[in-house]
């Protein structure tokens, strides 16, 4: 297929990959004995939910909006874990879903009491834990710095749960390994696992980055099956992100203009950073650049810049084989998670559209965005 008859930019996602990683997690799934489910915090691309409801049926909320997606097209109830509710909110959280974590043990205060204790359609409710142990180096990702807004610590817990609760929740991983897992699970399970036999379910959160070439998938299976062997009456969940569309696709771009300025040459794409790629600038992370490398002396080199008015709307500096010139596509690799999800229209600037390249060979364009798109969003 010839990659120029995609309108740029566009977001392109790959069925056969995408099925690959789908794959690998059912596996995991049923070997290890779990349920795993789609973080849709990382992935609402829901016209490919079809694809995914053929291995993972269920998914994870943090809003009204995400549990009334996961109802409407994943066609089942979500786990929704959200920072804090709203009395306008609760009532349609409570429509979808299965399972509702309370951030703070005000929050279950709240919500808890009353009609909702009493309803036997109600959902099952449970507490979001802080561990106070983290992996994450990144701050910005990392939920258990001091002072943080998420999760319960187990000095507020107490030796008890309050009436109703059913389930414990974390979420403190970010990218991370089996291993961090493992170290993580002996944290929790020493300071909270007399409370274990009195829940029904244990929710591991996210950033287990299943489909990472060098993940060890055996140790993980490992873990988790010695883990429900000491409490096999505890139902474990898990809620990857990134790792169910982890390198699957990819955002193509091109370049509008070369300008430079004090000995800088900067490659200006129709694409920004910080519109469409947000996490290179807040992990932060350097992409890879197909058929782009790191820097090397005497090879045409450029700075990277986006199309907004953001001063630090760039990344750099890649080499490329020959020099760029307008009109040349660049595709920048794995920018299907977390980046659709977090794309905005600042500067009017419109999102990328957004493909599937099917197992045909043939691009499926799932949508376009005009200007009525960025109109109805400023009103």
């Excluded at 969940?237 to 771009?253: D, H, K, N, R, V």
């Amino acid at each position: 297929m010839d990659i120029r008859l995609i309108p740029s930019p566009c977001y392109v996602i790959k069925e056969e990959l995408l099925r690959k990683n789908l794959e690998l997690i059912r596996s995991v799934k049923e070997r290890a004995g779990v349920e795993i489910i789609l973080a849709l915090k990382a992935f609402a691309m829901w016209k490919a939910f079809p694809i995914i409801r053929e291995y993972i049926p269920l998914a994870t909320a943090s809003s009204v909006h995400e549990a009334r997606l996961v109802f409407e097209e994943m066609g089942s109830l979500s786990h929704t874990c959200s920072p804090a509710y709203t009395e306008k909110d609760f009532p349609e959280i409570m429509k979808y879903s299965s399972h509702i974590t309370f951030n703070s043990l005000s929050q279950y205060e709240r919500f808890y009491p009353g009609k909702i204790c009493k309803d036997k359609k109600r959902p099952s409710f449970g507490l979001r834990i802080n561990p106070e142990f983290s992996l994450v180096a990144t701050d910005l990702y990392n939920p258990c710095t001091p002072g943080t807004r998420l999760g319960i610590t187990f000095n507020k817990l107490g030796e008890s749960l309050p009436e109703g609760i059913e389930g414990l929740h974390f979420h403190v991983l970010c990218e991370s390994s089996s291993y961090d897992l493992e170290k993580l699970l002996k944290v929790v399970e020493k300071k909270i696992g007399h409370l274990f036999n009195h829940i029904k379910w244990l929710n591991m959160g996210g950033g287990h980055l299943i489909t990472r070439k060098d993940y060890d998938i055996e140790h993980l299976i490992s873990l988790l099956q010695s883990f429900k062997r000491k409490y096999p009456h505890l139902e474990i969940i898990l809620e990857p992100g990134s790792a169910f569309t982890w390198e699957t696709g990819f955002l193509m771009t091109t370049v509008v203009d070369i300008v430079e300025n004090d000995g800088i040459q900067t490659a200006i794409l129709d694409a920004s950073f910080t519109c469409h790629m947000p996490d290179c600038l807040e992990m932060p992370y350097k992409p890879i650049i197909r058929h782009a490398t790191d820097p090397i002396a005497g090879r045409p080199t450029y700075r990277i810049g986006g199309c907004s008015c953001l001063s630090g709307d760039y990344l750099g500096e890649w080499s490329f084989d020959k020099p760029l010139k307008s009109g040349d596509i660049l595709i920048f690799e794995d920018m299907i998670h977390y980046t659709v999800v977090k794309t905005t229209m600042f500067n009017g600037i419109p999102h990328p559209s957004i493909a599937l390249w099917n197992q045909f060979d043939e691009i499926v364009l799932y949508r376009n965005f005009t200007y009525e798109d960025y109109k109805r969003r400023m009103c």
